[in-house]
């Protein structure tokens, strides 16, 4: 029974239809390849197979990235921890292994503006990133900005859900505005909800006993404290602006 051949440009449509575009874009180079090195068809087929999983793993992995809302992309290898001596560098080496993500535990970064506070938390975001790890980075202001948006069009629960799903949530830039006192309750929402569930790691510009001040109301700032540091580590970078040396 003699099957009709299939043109090329056929086959490759409907690969694409079929939802194989790792395989769909190989498919040219792997027939030429084939053709000059001789291969089996088994051996064909499954480097064309190799090429979808390729393609799949790149996909997922650059969905990762994307949700993940970095503001920029720098790792541990691009900080100098030289010039942040109150830094242990071996403290930060540990928290790149990702197992306080696991034990979903937090971290909190505390130090002047432009000590390198962003860039440690997305530098850890990328380790975990590395590692198959869902992450979101928001600064506070637009976290609790978008709650109280959120609240006007009924996506309160839909948003709240958003910041407790990844495995790491980080919140940059607590304490640089204070916060009206609806806002605390979305921030302590955020936490509580979290809390033995998932990591987030915190910068702020402001060291603990003046998060009065940014939460104004006394009793709320116990709570989140409270829940916030009983699994939590502590880096507190007393150093001088990065910036500032730079120029
Ligand atoms: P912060 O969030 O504490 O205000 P950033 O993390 O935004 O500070 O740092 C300010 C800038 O300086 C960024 O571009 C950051 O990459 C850089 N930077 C800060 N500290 C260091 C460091 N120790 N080594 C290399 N770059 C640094
Ligand atoms: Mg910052």
């Known amino acids: ?21 790792g395989m769909m874009s190989a498919l040219e180079i792997r027939l030429k390849q084939a053709t000059e090195e001789g291969l089996s068809y088994t051996e064909f087929l499954s480097l064309l197979l190799e090429d979808e999983v390729n393609r799949r ?15 920029f992309e720098k790792g541990i290898e691009d900080f100098d921890f030289s ?4 830094i242990r560098k071996q403290e930060i080496l540990e928290l790149a ?31 975990a990133l590395g590692r198959g790890k869902t992450v979101l980075f928001t600064t506070v202001w637009d976290m609790i900005t978008l709650l109280q948006q959120s609240r006007a069009d009924y996506s309160y629960q839909r ?11 980080i919140l940059d830039e607590l304490g640089y505005r204070s916060m009206a006192e609806s806002t605390v ?21 402001r060291t603990l006993v003046e998060w009065d001040t940014v939460f104004i109301d006394k009793t709320l700032t116990t709570a989140v404290v409270d829940r916030l540091m009983h699994h939590c580590s ?14």
């Open 1 to 21: 029974m003699s099957q009709q051949i299939i043109p090329l440009t056929e086959i490759q449509k409907r690969l694409r239809e079929f939802k194989l575009s």
């Open 57 to 71: 793993a790149d996909n997922k992995r650059s969905k990762l990235y994307k949700k993940a809302k970095l503001p």
């Open 83 to 86: 010039f942040q001596p109150s």
């Open 97 to 127: 292994t990702c197992r306080f993500i696991e034990k979903k535990t937090n971290l909190l970064l505390i130090g002047q503006p432009g000590t390198g506070k962003t860039h440690l938390s997305v530098a850890l975001a990328l380790a």
């Open 159 to 169: 948003k709240i859900q958003s910041y407790l799903v990844p495995d790491l949530l």
């Open 185 to 205: 309750e979305d921030f302590f929402e955020i936490v509580s909800r979290r809390y033995e569930r998932g990591s987030i790691i915190i910068t702020s510009n």
């Open 234 to 247: 502590l880096v507190e970078i007393k150093g001088e602006s990065y910036r500032v040396r730079k120029r």
